[in-house]
């Protein structure tokens, strides 16, 4: 089902807004209010806006749901294995093991980013698949 | 059998439940948490948020329970509605 053509061309001019800002609060997380999760929300609302307005069929020739579940668990499997990288160097689980850079700037906290990055990813592939979800086994839209 | 399992469980819960509360964990006066990580967050973790400092560097553990709850999330509506069809 497709929607006005109004509505698709807003959809298409906004998307990569909404996706810039969602990468501008993920990697932000350690300096300003926001972080992984929210920053994944805003990603997977993109996604979203795309399915309202070109529908389930289109979107999903772009974004997979096979490739949204694979990078869901590789996230998962990511995070892990980053808490037990620090055990090989002598530190606790989870422990931070890079250098701590300077104070203020976007590469400093050391693992702060590649957390902020994964849990990101898994954020947004996990609400996109609950839509696909409800969308397909529902057939809301 | 089953109901004298589940019985013991739950003396045993109660027992480790009681055992962990401390009266004094609650109390508003002791500020020794909220003064630690206002004095000592920016210098061990190097980042200014300090709600970022805690939840991915202090309490990470937690962090990743969590990230394991929103994809046990995931799995059960997709499992749940997939099984109509």
Do not use: W
Not at chain 2, 9 to 16: E, G, Q, R, S
């Amino acid at each position: 089902m497709k929607n006005s053509r109004i509505i698709r061309t807003l959809a298409q001019k906004l998307l990569p807004f909404i996706f810039l800002f969602g990468c501008y609060l993920t990697l932000h997380g350690h300096l300003s209010p926001g972080g992984g999760f929210q920053g994944g929300v805003v990603i997977a609302t993109a996604i979203i806006l795309l399915t309202l307005s070109y529908g389930i069929k289109e979107t999903e020739n772009r974004f997979k749901e096979k490739d949204l579940s694979f990078m869901e668990k590789l996230a998962i499997l990511a995070f892990i294995f980053l808490g037990l990288l620090g055990i090989f160097f002598g530190y606790p689980f989870l422990k931070n093991f890079l250098p701590l850079g300077q104070r203020g700037c976007i590469a400093s906290a050391g693992l702060m980013i590649p957390l902020n990055l994964i849990i990101s990813i898994k954020v947004a592939a996990g609400i996109t698949g609950i839509f696909y979800a409800l969308v397909k086994y529902r057939g809301e839209i | 059998m089953k109901k004298y399992y589940y019985i013991v469980l739950l003396i045993i819960m109660t027992i480790l439940i009681i055992g962990s509360i401390r009266p004094e964990y609650g109390n508003p006066r002791n500020l020794d948490y909220i003064n630690y990580y206002l004095e000592h967050g920016v210098q061990d973790t190097g980042a200014i948020n300090l709600v970022a400092s805690i939840y991915l560097d202090y309490r990470a553990y937690d962090t990743l329970i969590e990230t394991v709850v929103l994809f046990m999330a995931v799995i059960g509506v997709t499992f749940i509605l997939s099984k109509g069809k």
